[in-house]
């Protein structure tokens, strides 16, 4: 496609965003696909000739693993691979990392730090080219967008050991296999280690004649003590040390290993998380931590724990404990409230646009754009009170009055934890609108912002934004976004969100909202200020605020009648 289509069709699509959604409430803001080069930067699959099978693709830790078939009986090893296939963003290419990386981060926000400070080569990887593979086993390389954007990911290869020609390469064949298991420890504590024994060549050292000296004898039981030691170090050098399994106040935790974080996410809401119970600690042999049993810590914060094994290798975990908001199954309801309704409100008041939706085995949010009283009215569901003041229907409906429907809302509810990621199951029909998915974590000096003082300040912590005319992210990009997944059997999709503690991110669409917007655009007394001062990342938690809606820019009374939102089972990721 020529540069001046592509901006054509970015033409079309924009003007097909123009025309918005929402009559009130749910503080969001118009999707603008921006002209210009694409930021995509998506690596999706790399095909190999050498290959076994498909590889594993880690896209949240931008990872690939490669098993490779045995070589050829001309090589000890495979020295190089051939690119068959790419599949990556259209606009995109691919390059070799120059030098090396000390450290491969799996934090995303860490990645996209890496993926900027590293020189890439000037050569595109194309489909039938070779690149060597470093004794290592390990090679990185970076998708750059048509934009000049980055994106750095680690392609591990796992080569079949080559059996040894002769019994004077057993020794080196086990050297290079613990060396291989190392780097492949080294890029994923969940692969497994590979074992080198050479209990047979002790066997043959042991075997003499009986007719020997006892010298023979000695020196017979001596190389195969050196042997034994040298096969025993080796197990012990591919053998990470590692946390399996953990608890906290009872409740069993997730270990994940990509991430090297373990957290615990259903603690009753709203525990108190600075002071948790370490119940439960299970390590890998010979393996110790720096935490204890029956001690107390703070896993609302997360704390950082080193595991060490018995030749001084060390892994460090991030723990993490947290809870749900009530009710975010989106299961139960009151007519057409979700239940507990002291957590989650709507703009029922005026008309339904959110209701209870059933389909095969989900029990979820119908959240959809109508219209009453001449306005637009987008479908909305937040952690949220809709017109504490009693603003009158009429007055609510003019536009004049009440330029941006925010202020008629109360938003966020008290919440102490920090969680790492959102998930949530989602479609959307937009019909050209756009919907908004986000969360935002508080700290607030107050507590509800209808009784607000000039002196309260409102912090914003943390936030994760999804915007966009359709359910697959194929729209605008959503920096915060992980992932989104293909629909399952109900045609839900799952979406999962970063949060970026600290300032968002560049692009997120936060930034074309009326969030940090401290001057409120009615002069109506019943006005309330829901705006935030960006904070530091650092601050406690107090508050959070967690909006669906089918229009996105509904606060203005733009939208699409008929856009359809549906959300179920959101979950908090710590």
Known sequence: MSYKNKLFWQFIAMCSCAVYTLFSLNGCSADYDTFGKSDYRVLSEITLAEQESSPAVYPDNHRMEFDLVAPPESLESWDSVTFEAIDMSHFASLHLVKGNIEKFPTDSIELDSLAEKISVSDDVLKVGEKIAIPSSHIVYVVVISESGK?????????????????????????????????????????????????????????????????????????????????????????????????????????????????????????????????????LSEGASANIKVGESYDFGTGISVKVTNENGESETYSIKAGYQLPGSNFNSWKGDDVTPDSVWGNANTILTTTEKTTSGSMIGAKIQTGSAITKTASGSLYTADFNPNGVGTL????????????????????????????????????????????????????????????????????????????????????????????????????????????????????????????????????????????????????????????????NHYKGVKGATLIVDEMRLIY
């Open 395 to 554: 007055s609510m409906a003019n536009s004049s009055t009440w330029p941006d429907g925010n202020e008629l809302l109360d938003f966020g509810k008290p919440f102490a934890a920090r969680p790492e990621f959102m998930e949530v199951k989602f479609s959307y029909e937009g019909k050209g609108d756009s919907c908004d998915i986000y969360i935002l974590l508080e700290n607030r000096t107050g507590d509800k912002n209808v009784n607000r003082k000039s002196s309260d300040v409102n912090k914003l912590v943390a936030s994760a934004w999804f915007r966009s005319t359709k359910a697959d992210n194929s729209g605008r990009e959503n920096p915060d976004v992980v992932s989104v997944s293909e629909p399952d059997e109900n045609g839900m999709r799952t979406l999962r969100l970063k949060l970026k503690y600290g300032e968002p991110l560049a692009g997120s669409p936060i930034e074309n909202s009326s969030t940090f917007k401290t001057k409120l655009a009615s002069s109506n007394k019943a006005a309330i200020n829901n705006a935030l001062e960006q904070g530091t990342g650092e601050e406690p938690v107090t508050h959070i605020r967690v909006v669906f809606a089918s229009s996105a820019d509904g």
């Open 150 to 282: 980055k994106a750095v990911w680690l392609l591990n290869f796992n080569i079949p050991e080559v059996k040894p020609k002769s019994s004077s390469s057993a020794k080196a064949a086990a050297s290079s296999s613990a060396k291989s298991s190392a780097s492949i420890s080294l890029a994923s504590s969940s692969c497994s280690a590979a074992y080198s024994s050479s209990s047979a060549k002790s066997s043959e050292s042991k075997g003499g004649d009986s007719r020997e000296s006892s010298s023979s004898s000695k020196s017979g039981e001596s190389s195969s003590s050196v042997a034994s030691a040298s096969s025993s170090s080796a197990a012990k050098a591919s053998q990470p040390p590692k946390i399996l399994a953990l608890s906290i106040a009872g409740k069993n935790a997730v270990v994940d290993a990509d991430r090297k974080a373990i957290h615990v996410d259903d603690l009753d809401f709203r525990t108190d998380l600075t002071s948790l119970e370490l119940s439960k600690l299970e």
